[in-house]
């Protein structure tokens, strides 16, 4: 059984910073690009970030550019999220996603797999 499960989540002051894990199972996803959105109460899933399988790396534009920062470690079949810098929008809950096409990556319908998601909140 394919799972993909966030971890690193929870609550921060807002200027502080969070590493994200998700870690996927039931298969080996080295093959498989790897992304990060996040979805807000009563907003739409936002991209935030993801991996191709050889290491190409496509982020969010605007604001979000420079303050989260994707990697993956294929032997521990786990991709992280650093997100520096935290504000209080920034609080979200915040999925992992896994797919077979290495390209158009922000969208959710490149995506085969997908985590629950780890709730993040920032205050001020």
């Known amino acids: 059984q394919v799972q993909l499960v966030e971890s690193g989540g929870g609550s921060v002051q807002a200027g502080g910073s969070l590493r994200l894990s998700c870690a996927a199972s039931?298969?080996?996803?080295?093959?498989?690009?790897r992304g990060w959105f996040r979805q807000a109460p009563g907003k739409e899933r936002n991209f935030l970030a993801a991996?191709?399988?050889?290491?190409?790396?496509?982020t969010a534009a605007g604001s979000l550019k420079g303050r989260f920062t994707i990697s993956r470690d294929n032997g521990k079949n786990t991709v992280y999220l650093q997100i520096n810098n935290l504000n209080p929008e920034d609080t979200a809950i915040y999925y992992c996603?896994?797919?077979?096409?290495?390209?158009?990556?922000?969208?959710?319908?490149?995506?085969?797999?997908w985590g629950r998601g780890t709730q993040v909140t920032v205050s001020s």
């Open positions: 996603a896994a797919g077979t096409r290495p390209w158009g990556l922000s969208s959710p319908t490149a995506y085969d797999y």
């Open positions: 991996i191709t399988a050889t290491g190409g790396i496509t």
């Open positions: 039931g298969r080996t996803f080295a093959e498989y690009a």
